[in-house]
């Protein structure tokens, strides 16, 4: 039903249309071509702001969820690098702090993908449990990001026409413009095969991680 109804609301900004296989993900990464709905004199400080709040939201949730998986998965490195990232995180969070959490996020996905192709892996009870954890944090993750769309369009817009004068203030927004629609890509693929590992590991896959796919 959440993804339903996310999918419609997405529907509405005349984006492009969103599959049923993509989901909230498409709809996100299409925005980065798209064009929205601008409004003159919008406050572009507020309107970042309240982005990079968002933003810092989900990506701490990513992150934390991220840190679950790898230490279940006997990546303990990669579980300390986005423990440390996501509790460095701010609401007011800067384009180079942002960008270097996302650089972390980027490095421990990958990590937990090699841990999850090796096939010595083996999970116990316990590091199961750990990562089902982990996997239904990260779908929390996913939804955050896909409930961006709003916000990341009407910035967007107002960005493509706001003074060069205001530009230096709005560097976080505008990190985030470039950013985000990869990084709902990247994420969308990574959740899909933490679920496949799930399924494949006899590890039950939250109801979160279901809807987000």
């Known amino acids: 039903m959440r993804k339903?109804?996310?999918?419609?609301?997405?529907?509405g900004l005349s984006l492009t249309a969103v599959t049923a296989q993509?989901?909230?993900?498409?709809?996100?990464?299409?925005?980065?071509?798209?064009?929205?709905?601008?409004?003159?004199?919008?406050?572009?400080?507020?309107q970042q702001k309240q982005l990079v709040e968002s933003y810092t939201g989900a990506n701490k949730q990513v992150l934390m969820a991220q840190s679950q998986m790898a230490t279940a998965l006997g990546a303990k490195d990669a579980a300390a690098l986005a423990k440390a990232e996501a509790e460095a995180l701010?609401?007011?969070a800067t384009k180079d702090s942002l960008s270097k959490a996302d650089s972390a996020q980027s490095?421990?996905?990958?990590?937990?993908?090699?841990?999850?192709?090796?096939?010595?892996?083996?999970?116990?009870?316990?590091?199961?449990?750990?990562?089902?954890?982990?996997?239904?944090?990260?779908?929390?993750?996913?939804?955050?990001?896909?409930?961006?769309?709003?916000?990341?369009?009407?910035?967007?817009?107002?960005?493509?026409?706001?003074?060069?004068?205001?530009?230096?203030?709005?560097?976080?927004?505008?990190?985030?413009?470039?950013?985000?629609?990869?990084?709902?890509?990247?994420?969308?693929?990574?959740?899909?095969?933490a679920v496949s590992f799930a399924k494949s590991h006899d590890i039950p896959v939250p109801?979160?991680?279901t809807q987000a796919l």
């Open 90 to 92: 701010t609401s007011g």
């Open 107 to 193: 490095a421990v996905s990958k990590a937990i993908s090699e841990q999850q192709k090796n096939a010595g892996t083996v999970l116990d009870a316990e590091a199961k449990k750990a990562y089902a954890e982990g996997l239904g944090s990260l779908a929390k993750g996913v939804l955050k990001y896909s409930k961006m769309a709003n916000q990341f369009s009407g910035f967007k817009d107002a960005l493509a026409s706001a003074s060069p004068l205001d530009l230096p203030k709005l560097s976080s927004g505008a990190y985030i413009v470039t950013s985000l629609p990869g990084n709902t890509k990247n994420l969308y693929e990574a959740l899909k095969q």
């Open 22 to 46: 993509a989901g909230m993900f498409d709809a996100v990464t299409s925005l980065a071509g798209g064009a929205g709905n601008s409004s003159s004199g919008a406050d572009l400080v507020g």
């Open 4 to 11: 339903t109804l996310i999918v419609a609301a997405l529907a």
């Open 207 to 209: 109801k979160d991680a």
